[in-house]
């Protein structure tokens, strides 16, 4: 497993195997960042020079490799591309992007040292975060593998800050959250024979007892004793019984108390509305949603930041069999409303209503709810930006913001009130339905159908993370492919930006 160190080396002396160094788009050219300094005058001020004759442009997550100044007695280069910066100054999405894009064009044995702008702790943080989640592989299940989810190659993020308190600090929590991010990409890839909801509550329990969180885990017993029909519903279906995993993070004087809530579907199917085969095959990730609210909380009370949390993660496995639900049962729910279920695919918005009214009982100032939920999602917004839906513009914008700093993509969408009249409708013997019965706004549908089991007076946003959660395309930057744990690191700066 890779380690991550900050130091005052200098670029152009530091013992390592490859440094990273940025390279911006100047108009037709390139130029180089702050930082470079030291490397330009090894390569006799010509680096410039160097870097435009091996085709490099600065476009975005563009690789140039040059030999170090000195062959075979200092490391070799690799630059990234970072865009253009017109106003002078990058993003640290643009930081961390390059960071994880050079760890990656390094071997994967290779030290690596960054040679980034670092103006500020905030850069230092997105470096660190980006190369530790860029040199993530998955390989458990490789006849070759060691079981290790990274590559052992030191990492070191080079700047003049990095003895700083404030330097220490972000490295701390850079190191935390990729930590959590890692996990829960760990989670997501694993097969679903090995992660039911048993398994995945088992996880749960071990790292409670690791980090100092109270874990809760609700079995089939306790669940049918408390009225959950719709976590009990959706896996009635399978051998491998499910779960209401309930974890709490309570440090003295909290600032706020948010609750997140997370789908933690292990195997969707689709029920007896069955899937396709190719519908099927990315299906053990519909519990990325309950993997990232476990592990943003664990990485939370790791750092002991200020904040109450209480998360939710209902777990179930959807499959077909002769006890599984049928299209036109009801079921009741956690807190008595009932749903007559016309498609059993729509899942996630069950078990997820009963957390939701679990998780309001506990009164918190916010609820953030994580799931997969929707096909209709990617239609509107594609694979890499969430979708973002609330019960009041100010949570939404809050969490949407905290998206943004954490460099994870979100957009707004809306809930329309007739969403909820229709679904209301659309069942002639329940309180509602699970479906509209309509082709088209399938995601605000189930936004709709999920806020009416939030309580009044309760602040609610709605994370539909299905097309980001899970990239079936190649690697790029810091994201491999397969489980992103997208949604850690905005639930993480949410709690943050609340201390």
């Known amino acids: 497993m890779s380690t991550i160190t900050l130091s005052k080396s200098d670029a152009a002396g530091v013992r390592t195997d490859a440094v990273v160094i940025g390279v911006v788009k100047l108009g037709g050219g390139v130029t180089l960042p702050a930082g470079t300094e030291s490397l330009n005058a090894a390569y006799g001020g010509k680096l410039v020079e160097v870097l ?12 140039t490799k040059v030999p170090g100044p000195k062959p075979g007695k200092s490391a070799n280069l690799i630059a990234v591309g970072l865009g253009a910066a017109p106003d002078g100054a990058l993003k640290t999405e643009d930081l961390r992007t390059a960071a994880g894009t050079g760890v990656r064009a390094a071997k994967t044995t290779q030290s690596v040292a960054f040679a980034l702008p670092t103006p500020d702790a905030e850069c230092i943080r997105a470096i660190a975060e980006g190369a530790l989640l860029g040199r993530y592989s998955f390989t458990a299940y490789k006849s070759s593998s060691d079981g290790s989810t990274d590559a052992p190659g030191d990492l070191a993020v080079l700047t003049d800050l990095a003895r700083t308190k404030e330097a220490k600090a972000a490295l701390e929590r850079a190191e935390v959250t990729a930590d959590a991010v890692r996990q829960v990409r760990d989670w997501v890839n694993t097969p679903p024979s090995d992660l039911n909801p048993a398994d995945f509550a088992a996880h749960a329990l071990k790292l409670g007892k690791e980090y100092g969180v109270k874990v809760e885990v609700l079995d089939e017993k306790a669940l049918t004793k408390g ?25 003295k004087k909290p600032v706020t108390h948010l609750a997140f809530v997370g789908k933690g579907i292990t195997f969707d199917s689709g029920g007896l509305s069955l899937k396709t085969a190719s519908g099927m095959i990315s299906m053990k990730a519909d519990m990325a949603g309950a993997a990232a609210v476990i592990g943003a909380t664990v990485a939370i009370a790791r750092l002991g930041l200020p904040v109450q949390v209480t998360t ?10 002769g006890s599984a639900a049928r299209p036109s049962d009801v079921l009741t729910m956690y807190g008595g409303k009932t749903v007559e279920v016309l498609n059993t695919d729509a899942e996630g918005r069950l078990v997820l209503g009963d957390a939701l009214v679990r998780a309001s009982e506990d009164q918190p100032d916010l609820i953030v709810d994580v799931a997969t939920l929707t096909g209709a999602c990617v239609v509107a917004l594609g694979t890499k930006v969430a979708g973002a839906f609330a019960n009041t513009d100010t949570a939404r914008d809050r969490v949407v ?10 957009w707004p969408l809306p809930i329309p009130a007739e969403m909820l009249e229709k679904l209301r409708s659309h069942s002639k013997v329940a309180d509602l339905a699970n479906i509209t019965g309509e082709p088209w706004g399938g995601a605000l549908a189930a936004a709709a159908f999920l806020g009416d089991f939030v309580a009044d007076g309760i602040d609610w946003v709605h994370l539909d993370v299905a097309g980001p959660a899970f990239n079936e395309g190649g690697a790029s930057g810091y994201t491999p492919a397969g489980g992103t744990g997208y949604a850690v690191r905005t639930l993480v700066e949410l709690a943050a930006s609340a201390s």
């Not at 009225?227 to 309570?250: D, E, H, M, T």
């Not at 939710?312 to 069999?321: D, F, K, L, Q, R």
């Not at 913001?401 to 979100?410: C, N, T, V």
Request: hydrophobic share 40%; charged share 10%.
């Open 52 to 63: 435009s004759g091996l085709g490099a442009t600065g476009k975005t997550g563009e690789v």
């Open 227 to 251: 009225g959950y029909g719709g976590i009990l519903g959706v896996g009635q279906g399978s051998s491998n019984p499910p779960r209401l995993i309930r974890i709490s993070y309570a440090p």
């Open 312 to 321: 939710y993660a209902a777990m179930a496995e959807n499959m077909p069999s």
């Open 401 to 410: 913001d905290a998206a943004i700093a954490a460099g994870e993509a979100m």
